[in-house]
C-alpha cells in the first residue's frame, strides 16, 4: 500500500517538493516575485539533502552556473519571472545546442518590463518557445494545480535526463501562490530517470555521437574520458564546425528529432466535462481551474462542455488538439494574454477557434467563460 504524506502546500513550494524527489541537488537563482519562494525552499532543503544553494548575482549568472553544474553531473534548477527569464534566454539557447539537462522555472507576471509585478498573466507563452535566436528545440511544461506543480517538476526533470534537453516550467502568479492539499508519495515510489551513460571506452567515445533515439550518451567527468563542450555548430567529438553545411544539417535536425522521437513522453494533457461535448475550452495554466468551473455549470445546464487542458505546450500536442476538436461543433480558447496559442489550436483543426483574452493583470473568471460561450 502506498505511503503518502498529505500537506497543506503552495504552488511554488511544490515545486520545490517535486524536484528534490527527482534527484535535483543543485540550485542557482536570484529572487523575483512571484518566483522567490523556490529559491527560498531550495535555500532550505538542498543541504538537508546534501545538495547546494547559490543565489547568484543576476539571472545570468544563474542560468550559467546551473549549466556548468549540469556539466559536472549535478541535477540542476533555476527560477525566475518575467524580467529574469529574458536574461536567461542566451544560456537556455547554449544548454539547447549543448544538449545540457537543466530546468527552468518561470512563474508568469504581467509585462511587458517590469510590468505587473504581483499580478498573474500567461504573457510568456511564445517566448518560452522562440526567447532564443535560431531555430532551437525546447519542452515547455504549464501545472494548474499544487498536485501538477509536484508531478510535472518530476517530469521536467526526467525528460531533461532522458531527452538531454532544457526544459521549461511555465508556471504562473495565481498556481506558483496558491495552496491547496496535496499528498506528497513516498521519495522510494517516485519514478526518477538519470542521464544515460555511454558504456563505450574513452578511446570509442565522441561526447556529442547519438544513440538510436537521436539523445549522446554521457561519460563521466573527471574520468578518462574527453569532453570538449561548444555552443557553436560542432562535430560528435564537440569541435566546431560551424561553415560545415553538411555538420549543421546534420546536428541540427538530430536536436529537433530527438524531441519527435519522445513525443508520447512529452505530452501531456486531461480533459474535463463532457466525452461528447458541442463547445470545447482549450485551457492551460491557471485559466483551466475557471475552465473547469465554467464547464461544470454550461454541463449542469444540458450544455454539453468539455476542458481540453494542456500541461504540455512545446513542442504543442497538435495531434491531441485535433482529436478533441474533431468532435465539438465550437472551440473556444481563454488567455490571460493577447492571444498568443490559439493560433496552434487554429493550426490544428479546420473548424473556427474564438478567443477570450484577459491581460489588466485580473484572472479569467468561469462567469466570462460561461458568457461566452452562450455568446457562440
Not at 50 to 70: K, N
Not at 278 to 297: N, Q, S
Request: charged share 20%; with cysteine.
Amino acid at each position: 500500500m502506498s505511503n503518502t504524506t498529505v500537506r497543506f502546500m503552495q504552488g511554488n513550494d511544490a515545486l520545490v517538493e517535486g524536484a528534490i524527489a527527482a534527484g535535483a541537488r543543485f540550485f542557482a537563482g536570484y529572487p523575483i516575485t512571484p518566483a522567490s519562494e523556490i529559491t527560498e525552499g531550495m535555500s532550505v532543503r538542498l543541504p538537508l539533502v546534501g545538495g547546494v544553494f547559490l543565489q547568484m548575482e543576476d539571472e545570468i549568472a544563474s542560468m550559467g552556473a546551473a549549466i556548468g553544474a549540469s556539466m559536472a553531473g549535478a541535477k540542476c534548477l533555476t527560477a525566475t519571472s518575467g524580467p529574469g527569464f529574458s536574461l536567461k534566454q542566451e544560456g537556455i539557447g547554449i544548454a539547447s545546442m549543448m544538449e545540457i539537462p537543466v530546468v527552468i522555472v518561470d512563474v508568469m507576471r504581467g509585462g511587458p518590463a517590469s510590468g505587473m509585478s504581483t499580478l498573474p498573466s500567461q504573457m510568456d507563452v511564445m517566448q518560452a518557445r522562440w526567447g532564443c535566436h535560431g531555430d532551437h528545440p525546447i519542452i515547455v511544461l504549464s501545472p494548474a494545480t499544487v498536485t501538477e506543480c509536484y508531478e510535472l517538476a518530476i517530469k521536467a526533470f526526467n525528460l531533461a535526463e532522458l531527452i538531454r534537453q532544457p526544459v521549461i516550467i511555465l508556471s504562473d502568479a495565481i498556481v506558483g501562490h496558491l495552496r491547496e492539499r496535496i499528498d506528497l508519495p513516498d521519495p522510494s515510489e517516485v519514478k526518477v530517470i538519470d542521464r544515460k551513460m555511454t558504456t563505450k571506452s574513452p578511446e570509442e567515445y565522441a561526447p556529442f555521437e547519438a544513440e538510436e533515439d537521436g539523445v549522446p550518451c554521457f561519460a563521466g567527468r573527471g574520468t578518462a574520458y574527453r569532453y570538449h563542450m561548444c555552443s557553436n555548430v560542432h562535430t560528435e567529438k564537440g569541435f566546431p564546425a560551424d561553415t560545415n553545411h553538411a555538420v549543421a544539417s546534420k546536428l541540427l535536425a538530430r536536436l529537433h528529432k530527438k524531441l519527435e522521437n519522445y513525443e508520447d513522453e512529452i505530452t501531456a494533457y486531461k480533459f474535463f466535462g463532457s466525452e461528447d461535448c458541442e463547445t470545447l475550452i482549450v485551457a492551460y495554466g491557471c485559466v483551466t481551474r475557471a475552465a473547469r468551473d465554467a464547464a461544470d455549470a454550461l454541463n449542469a445546464e444540458g450544455v454539453k462542455t468539455g476542458v481540453l487542458q494542456l500541461q504540455s505546450l512545446w513542442p504543442f500536442p497538435r495531434k491531441v488538439v485535433a482529436g478533441y476538436a474533431e468532435k465539438a461543433g465550437k472551440i473556444l480558447m481563454p488567455e490571460m494574454n493577447l492571444g498568443q496559442l490559439i493560433d496552434q489550436v487554429r493550426l490544428s483543426t479546420a473548424k473556427p477557434v474564438e478567443g477570450l483574452n484577459r491581460f489588466d493583470g485580473a484572472e479569467i473568471t468561469p462567469q466570462q467563460i460561461i458568457d461566452k460561450v452562450r455568446d457562440m
